[in-house]
């Protein structure tokens, strides 16, 4: 696969506690050289970052991000705030502990809460797989296919495991035609990122893939 096309799919990512200015705008500066789907970046960088980049890469953020559980009414401000600063896209995080406990009406409620927040931008739904059972993980797919959300997303990151290829064969199993695939945490490889890619997914969030290719140019 053409790496351009890997590029293409990335969600240029950093999204670690103690980020920086300068060292989101190192990640805008990569995105824009390498043309990336995305950055993905914390809330509290949007505006600067719309104010750097302007036109030239789409702005990702994250909502009740990493655990999920916040309020709804709190979810919903964030996402509403983040736009208003300029995000484009909105990565959310599902409440698992109302996922595992079974309430799925709260949790297809607070997606749809989401995506009536978001409207005319991109949503995607994660739901932190290395959390869940594979009857949990096929239910989120029948729940973010009646949300209307744009995607599913594996991972945060921030927990016990990231993307795995057993998950997005899972999801692209399951979800309906009109959701795409996000594969997120751990991707280390160019040949890792194009077997997802090859899997089903669309969107991959990983800050290696550019990193790789910058370090094999210098």
Known sequence: ??????????????????ATWEEIKGICDDA????????CIPPCYVAQAKDYVGDRMQICTVIGFPNGNMTTESKVFETKDALEKGADEIDMVINIGRLKAGEYDYVLGEIRAIRKACEGHILKVIIETCLLTDAEKIKMCELVTASGADYIKTSTGFSTGGATFEDVKLFAAHVGPNVKI???????????????????ASRLGTSRIVKIIKAREA
């Open 1 to 18: 696969m053409d790496e351009k096309k890997i590029l293409a799919a990335c969600d240029h990512t950093l999204l670690l506690q103690g």
């Open 32 to 39: 824009i050289r390498y043309q990336t789907a995305s950055i």
């Open 182 to 200: 996000k594969a997120a945490g751990g991707i280390s490889s160019l040949e890792d990122a194009e077997h997802f890619l090859e899997l089903g």
